[in-house]
């Protein structure tokens, strides 16, 4: 919006991604119908990428077997067709063996970074003497036995995903640490002073209680509100028993041999 318009200043805001151009003094009837067209044009855009985004996790090869037909996975799904194809980080919760790693492949499966592979690293089983070096890497004699120089995970999974599990167990110590890159995009490696721009999606999970962390001051409430753009909470097998069946055979059928010809008629 500006009072000094012209033809090539329209031409150059669009050029840049604005989708109108509004001159003042305006006109109320006009504002408000480029509004409601953009708000109608957000909505099917949004609609065109969901299709497409399942449609890519129909024909992904190799991906997880995603087994939820209950009535409480329903959101569940919708969360992952809706923010699947978007690159904002997402935070899973849910107890052990609740599917939380399942969920993050089929994210990734949808993103559009399924091309690249999905980095794996699990922060609680990260010493707090090595997590630095590990996720943002060293250069060669920043401690005894660097020898030569590193590179860390997240530069590894530069334009990919990383997969954070169990975030919780994150020393409160490298929280500051792992925020900074949340916020700037930018890591250092242990003993250097240069930045190196990164461009992650993360999607971290955990079956711990972050909030009941944060009011008891072992999690950062602001890596908190970094790492939560959008949380999926997955219910635990109890309150998806429908589920029961499907993924019992699941893990039955590679345990199953299969019969001789002859014997399949007995």
Do not use: Y
């Amino acid at each position: 919006m500006t009072a000094w318009g012209n033809v090539e200043l329209a031409v150059e805001a669009m050029r840049r991604g604005a989708r109108d151009f509004v001159q003042k003094p305006w006109e109320n009837e006009r504002l408000l119908s480029i509004l409601r067209t953009q708000v109608e044009l957000h909505r099917v855009l949004q609609q065109a990428e969901r299709l497409a985004a399942e449609n890519r996790l129909l024909q992904a090869q190799g991906r997880p077997e995603f087994i939820a037909t209950a009535v409480s996975m329903q959101p569940v799904l919708d969360a992952i067709a809706r923010v699947g194809p978007s690159d904002a980080n997402v935070l899973i919760t849910g107890e052990h063996g609740s599917g939380k790693e399942v969920v993050a492949q089929t994210l990734h499966t949808l993103s559009r970074r399924a091309s690249r592979p999905l980095v794996a690293v699990n922060t609680g089983a990260l010493a707090e003497g090595v997590f630095e070096s590990e996720l943002f890497g060293h250069v060669k004699g920043a401690f005894t036995d660097a020898r030569a120089d590193r590179m860390g995970r997240f530069q590894t999974c530069r334009r990919r995903h990383d997969l954070s599990d169990e975030i919780g167990n994150v020393p409160v110590r490298q929280q500051a640490k792992l925020l900074r890159v949340l916020e700037t995009g930018e890591i250092e490696r242990l003993g250097s002073s240069r930045p190196r721009k990164v461009d992650v999606r993360v999607i971290s999970a955990t079956n711990a209680d972050l909030q009941a962390a944060c009011a008891s001051g072992q999690f950062r409430e602001d890596l908190l509100f970094r790492l939560n753009t959008i949380e999926i909470r997955i219910p635990p097998l109890r309150e998806r028993r429908e589920d029961i069946p499907a993924l019992a055979l699941h893990f039955l059928a590679p345990l199953c041999l299969p019969l001789p010809a002859r014997d399949r008629w007995l």
